[in-house]
């Protein structure tokens, strides 16, 4: 047979992602403060790009006909969410005698309280030093010279919690000092404030406080020395070597227990950061309402008329590159509408299948999967997926991320439904705050209650919650009530 070229022509189908597509579904898993920040982008990269002012009720003339409305939040009733297919968001009815208002921004507390005070001025206040300048600023007033330079080093390597991490022969080393001034140097940064910072472990930083106290006696001494004893309740054992009876012993426990085992956290470690809820959730006269915050996001428009000005005159490759920047432009517009109807259409499911944790609390909360909310607003589990993450929901009940309302189910004895996983962690966990010190409960003893009020679990998934709450087990936590007294 003879090989030779020739030309095929074949037809198939492929799924194929469009780059437009892609940005989508991007924009679909960004967090308000996340597409914040990226419009931000966008809005120095396009020209035709704008933004309205907080209170424009429309886009003016710059508006082209259906693209050009600034994005405002998409706001919705629930079942409304959920039924609507309509393109055009339907305005919350409110109640304007009955219904309370969130605030979208700080801008909208400023002013004067309906009691008549001011403005809290104190909220404006900077931030705290942290606990490196603090320490920093005490240098110079203990050192100076070589070993101000040596005190700086030490200061930079104690951690957030005030506990020294470093080898001091190696410093010696490397500042080409001898070790006994860098001992003497630390010596004298362990007794800057707050006391007990600059301890190479907690043995050394509760003696450090000890000695402030002026309550380091040699049977304190010896007590710090054996703290693995104390965390084990071993209290026979204590007084024997500590040479000391049952008050003095409870005695030097309750002083112990006054010290600080992490001084530095005090002074706090990174800045922390405020977490913004992306959707508001709150109860109407007709149910419940499922609103987009808009307090971060700008309100974004087309300016058709900078587009117009800027195409007259201009070269064949100008106005193309103007065509490609307003077709974006009109894409962004759009796929931010479509992106917070998306949100709220699931956040609206979300809420119709755990109305009871919002009337009633976490112990109503069913189990709840992607696949189940995405079956009832018809989408894929992946969006659902994409939605869902690093997004949080603000109710009356508190601030709670998207991902909290889809849990396991703990099936119920009877076999007559299933409650949530974290409905069951809301029993454990009240019934380990609210044990008494002499009568822990083990884990078995929590299993046989849960099952006797129609929960169907195992010891293991107890002990797993348990430990995932960050509770330690019954002979740990008889331990500590012994040491609390």
Request: with cysteine; charged share 25%.
């Amino acid at each position: 047979m003879a090989l030779g070229p020739r030309l095929d022509l074949r037809q198939s189908q492929s799924l194929v992602m469009t780059p437009q597509l892609q940005q989508a579904i991007k924009l679909l898993a960004l967090s308000n403060l996340e597409l914040d920040a990226y419009l931000a982008e966008a809005l120095e990269g396009n020209p035709l790009l704008d933004t309205a002012a907080p209170d424009s009720e429309a886009a003016g003339d710059d508006a082209p006909e259906g693209e050009a409305a600034p994005v405002e939040a998409a706001s919705l009733d629930a079942d409304q969410a959920l039924s609507s297919d309509s393109a055009a968001a339907a305005d919350l009815d409110v109640d304007l005698t009955a219904e309370s208002f969130h605030h979208d921004s700080a801008s909208d507390s400023v002013g004067l309280s309906g009691d008549g005070e001011g403005i809290d001025f104190d909220s404006f206040a900077g931030e705290a030093d942290s606990l490196y300048e603090h320490l920093l600023a005490q240098v110079g007033e203990r050192f100076s010279g070589l070993e101000a330079l040596i005190a700086e080093q030490l200061v930079a390597m104690i951690d957030e919690a005030g506990y020294l991490r470093a080898d001091l022969s190696d410093l010696a080393q490397r500042l080409g000092v001898p070790l006994a001034l860098v001992e003497s140097v630390l010596a004298g940064v362990q007794l800057f404030d707050p006391s007990g910072v600059g301890g190479r472990d907690l043995a050394e930083c509760i003696a450090i406080q000890a000695r402030e106290a002026d309550r380091y006696d040699p049977a304190m001494a010896t007590m710090i020395a054996h703290l693995d004893l104390v965390a084990k309740g071993a209290f026979p054992q204590l007084k024997r070597i500590c040479g000391v009876d049952d008050e003095d012993l409870a005695d030097m426990i309750r002083e112990l227990r006054g010290y600080d085992p992490k001084p530095g956290l005090r002074f706090g470690g990174s800045p922390t950061q405020a977490v913004v809820p992306d959707l508001y959730v709150r109860q109407t006269a007709k149910g419940w309402a499922v609103e987009i915050n808009s307090g971060t996001l700008p309100r974004l428009l087309v300016n058709r008329r900078y587009y117009s000005e800027l195409a007259a005159g201009a070269a064949a490759k100008s106005k193309a590159w103007l065509s490609e920047q307003l077709a974006g432009a009109n894409w962004l517009v759009r796929a931010l509408d479509q992106r917070q109807r998306t949100i709220v259409k699931v956040a609206s499911a979300i809420v119709k299948q755990q109305e009871g944790f919002f009337l009633h609390g976490v112990a109503h909360m069913r189990p709840l999967t992607l696949r189940q909310v995405a079956e009832e607003i018809g989408m894929h589990e992946s969006t659902v997926s994409r939605v869902t993450s690093n997004k949080y929901l603000s109710c009356a009940r508190g601030l709670f991320e998207l991902k909290y309302f889809f849990s396991s189910g703990i099936s119920a004895v009877e076999g007559d439904g299933a409650v949530s996983a974290e409905a069951v962690k809301a029993r454990i966990r009240a019934m380990i705050e609210g044990e008494d010190a002499k009568a822990i409960l083990s884990d078995e003893t929590i299993a046989q209650r849960l099952s006797a009020e129609g929960h169907d679990i195992a010891r293991r998934t107890v002990v797993k919650y348990r430990e995932a709450m960050g509770y330690g087990s019954s002979v740990q936590r008889r331990r500590q009530k012994a040491l609390a007294g």
